[in-house]
């Protein structure tokens, strides 16, 4: 294979160094004619013009603070409370059964109510500076994924705790869903 030759090669290494002309002047040939050295000129008065003229770039957004870490986001528990005497069943086992599942439904509504809130509604209507009719309602509504049920406990004789827990890496994926970066 044939040596390339020393003048190739400084003519590459020339190239590689020299830098690309900022301006259409600075681009023109050493003999540009009177006319493309006008033309060179508009083009680059043109190119100013454009750049002057150019709305200036949008700011900068400032950082979007990342989402609280799991470690920050606290775990969220739900405690529910139910009676047994007051459950429908023909045996006391029945019962105590649909007692442990109402307290569960109690603890996750409790839970909902953590996540979602509440939405409270209430009148109160008077005549004659006397209450007439004074009233509230409260409205729990969302969903609830991933709760799990950390302990059933029976209290007295006749009614059961739940406690139900979200862990903290759902509470994190909740509050990121919530804001629209899941």
Do not use: W
Request: glycine share 6%.
């Amino acid at each position: 294979m044939p040596r390339p030759a020393p003048i190739l090669l400084l003519t590459l290494a020339l190239a590689a160094c020299a830098s690309t002309p900022e301006t259409a002047i600075d681009a023109l040939p050493m003999d540009a004619t009177g006319l493309t050295t006008q033309l060179a000129t508009v083009k680059d008065d043109l190119d100013a013009a454009d750049v002057a003229a150019a709305p200036p770039p949008p700011p900068v957004p400032p950082p979007v603070p990342p989402v609280a870490a799991a470690d920050a986001v606290p775990a969220l528990k739900g405690l529910g409370f139910a009676q047994i005497a007051g459950q429908p069943g023909d045996t006391m086992n029945e019962k105590r059964l649909m007692a442990i599942r109402a307290a569960r439904m109690d603890a996750l509504r409790d839970l909902a109510e953590q996540v979602h809130g509440i939405r409270l509604s209430s009148s109160t209507s008077i005549r004659d500076a006397v209450v007439l009719d004074d009233s509230l309602s409260a409205l729990v509504e969302g969903t609830i994924r991933g709760a799990r049920t950390v302990r059933v406990t029976p209290k007295g004789t006749d009614s059961y705790e739940v406690e139900m827990m979200l862990d903290r890496d759902t509470v994190a994926y909740i509050v990121r869903a919530l804001k629209g970066r899941v």
